[in-house]
Structure formats: structure tokens, C-alpha cells
């Protein structure tokens, strides 16, 4: 439900979004679609057949240069600074906790996005 809001508001906002229902499939879109495709990338930490963290550590492995520069965003109920790091030393970018406010993901997509370029 979480991904169903998220990508309602932005695609509101103008963004053009694609979802996945796990890991697994986040990171074949990702390595199936041309470089430069996607602009960043939300990873739910807990998804089914993957998890975002090994997700993320595969999408970093993939031999191209937008694996290791598109952003990567946690996205999860794991809030604890402990979590975080968790997230960071996989290769993410950036740590949202649950519950969402659009404001703050719309502003660290923004940060990180500028960031990578």
C-alpha cells in the first residue's frame, strides 16, 4: 500500500515511476533497461524473494556506471540509527523511515539525484 501512495503523489508531481513487487525483480528491471533509465531508486528494505539490502549490494555489483552512481533510497519501517547503517554499508544513498511524509522523500530525491550528476 505504501508503494501504491508513494507513486500516486509522485507521479502527481510530475515523475514518471515504475514499480516492482520484490527484489528480484527491482534489480532485473534495473539491469535489463538501458543505462540511465532510472534517475533513483526507493528500496523497500522487506520485500519478498530479495531484500532491499541485497537488492541494493547487486544493483552496486552490476558492471555499469549508472550501478554505481543512481541513487538509492531505504525505504522502511526501521528506524533505528543501527538500521541505517545497515542501509548505508549495503550502498544506499540515503534512509527514509516509515511513516512516509511525501515533503521529506521528494527532498531527498532531489538531494541525492543532484548529488549523482
Known sequence: ???????????????????????????????????????AILMDIMMPVMDGLTATKEIRSIKRDDAAQIPIIAMTANAFEEDAKKCFAAGMNAHLAKPFQIDKVEKTLVQCIHKSI
Not at 12 to 37: C, H, I, L, S, Y
Request: proline share 3%; hydrophobic share 40%.
Open 1 to 39: 500500500m505504501n508503494a501504491e501512495i508513494i507513486q500516486t503523489l509522485l507521479t502527481d508531481d510530475g515523475a514518471n515511476v515504475t514499480v516492482v513487487e520484490d527484489g528480484q525483480r527491482a534489480v532485473d528491471q534495473f539491469k535489463n533497461a538501458p543505462q540511465g533509465t532510472f534517475d
